[in-house]
C-alpha cells in the first residue's frame, strides 16, 4: 500500500492535471486523496509546500517510465538510451499526458508564485545534467560545455512542443518527429 | 488618442501579464481599462471573445517590436532579419516581458481551455510561417516542408526558453545564447 504523503502527492499531480495549479485548494485535495485536511498540513505545511512537494514527485515519476524497459525487450546503446528519455514525454498515456500537464502548470505558475522558483530552476537544472550525460555517452569526447547546452537546447525544446501538444497546436505525431529530428542535430554537432 | 477596445486589450495584456489568465475577470479589467464592463461586454460578447482579441493583440504587438528598426541602423541581410526576430523576444524590457508573460499565459491555459485552442493554434501557425519565410530568403533553395520543421523547432524552442526565463530558471543572456546557436544550427542544416 501507497503510504499517505504519497497518495497525496498522487493526488495533487491529479488534481493539478485537471484543473491547473490555480484550480489547487487544499480541501479539494483532501477530498480527491481521501485524507483529511490536517493529515494534508502535517505533512506539507502550506500549500507552497504541496506544490514543491509535487514537482519532486513528477520529477521522479517521469524518471521511472522514460527509464522504463521491457523486460523482453532488447537492450540499447547510449544513442538509443538518449531517445528514449526524451521521446518518452511525448507519449499519449493518461500517466505521461497527467505528469506533462502538471509539469507545464508548475512552470507556468511559477511565472506568478515566485516562491516556485528556486525548487523549478533545481529540478529543471537536474534533468538538465541527465540529459548530459546520457549525451556525453554518446560522445565522451564533447566539452561539458557544449554538453551542457545542447542538454539545454533539447530539454527546453522539449518543454516548448510538449505545451503545443498538450495546448491542441501541434500533433504529437509530428512533435515526436520533430524532437528526434532535434536530437539527430545535437549529436552531429557534438560529433563535429 | 486609442480607440476604446484598443485601450482595453492593453489593459487585458497588463492584467494577464500580472496575475495570469486565471486572475483576470472582468470586473478588474473594466476597473484598469477604467471603463464599464458593459463596454467590455458590448467589444467582447464573454471572457473568451476577450482572451481571444488579447492573443491577437500580443501578437500583432510581437510583430511590430520584432520588426522594429532604429532609423539609422544600417540594413540587415536575411540571415540579420531572422536572428532580430527570433532574439527580440527575448529581451528584458518592460513591453516584451509583457508581452511573452501574457503569451504564455494564453498558451499554458489553453491546455485547461479548450475554446482558446483555435486561435492559438492558427496564431502559431502563422508565426511559424512567419519564421519559415525569413529562413527561405537565407536559403532560397530549401525546401517547404524543411523550412516550416526548422521554423517549428525555432518557435517551440523560443516558447520554451522564454517560460525558462520568466520563471527564474534560465539567466536571459544565456537563453539568447542558446537561441542564437540554435538559429546557426538551423540555417546549417538547410544549408546542407
Do not use: C
Request: aromatic share 4%.
Amino acid at each position: 500500500m501507497a503510504d499517505r504523503r504519497t497518495m497525496i502527492l498522487e493526488a495533487a499531480a491529479r488534481v493539478i492535471a485537471r484543473r491547473g495549479v490555480r484550480g489547487l485548494r487544499v480541501e479539494e485535495l483532501a477530498e480527491e486523496a481521501d485524507v483529511s485536511t490536517a493529515l494534508i498540513y502535517y505533512h506539507f505545511k502550506h500549500r507552497t509546500g504541496i506544490l514543491r512537494a509535487t514537482l519532486e514527485f513528477i520529477n521522479d515519476r517521469a524518471e521511472r517510465y522514460t527509464r522504463q524497459r521491457d523486460p523482453g525487450a532488447p537492450a540499447v546503446d547510449a544513442r538509443g538510451e538518449l531517445e528514449q528519455t526524451l521521446l518518452l514525454e511525448l507519449q499519449d498515456t493518461p500517466e505521461v499526458r497527467e505528469n506533462s500537464t502538471a509539469w507545464g502548470e508548475l512552470r507556468a505558475s511559477a511565472v506568478f508564485e515566485p516562491e516556485l522558483r528556486e525548487d523549478l530552476a533545481r529540478a529543471t537544472l537536474m534533468w538538465v545534467q541527465e540529459v548530459a550525460e546520457l549525451l556525453g555517452k554518446v560522445h565522451p569526447m564533447a566539452g561539458a560545455a557544449a554538453l551542457a547546452q545542447a542538454a539545454e537546447r533539447l530539454t527546453a525544446l522539449l518543454e516548448g512542443l510538449s505545451v503545443r501538444w498538450l495546448s491542441g497546436s501541434l500533433p504529437l505525431v509530428h512533435a515526436r518527429h520533430l524532437m528526434a529530428e532535434a536530437i539527430d542535430a545535437e549529436l552531429a554537432r557534438l560529433a563535429g
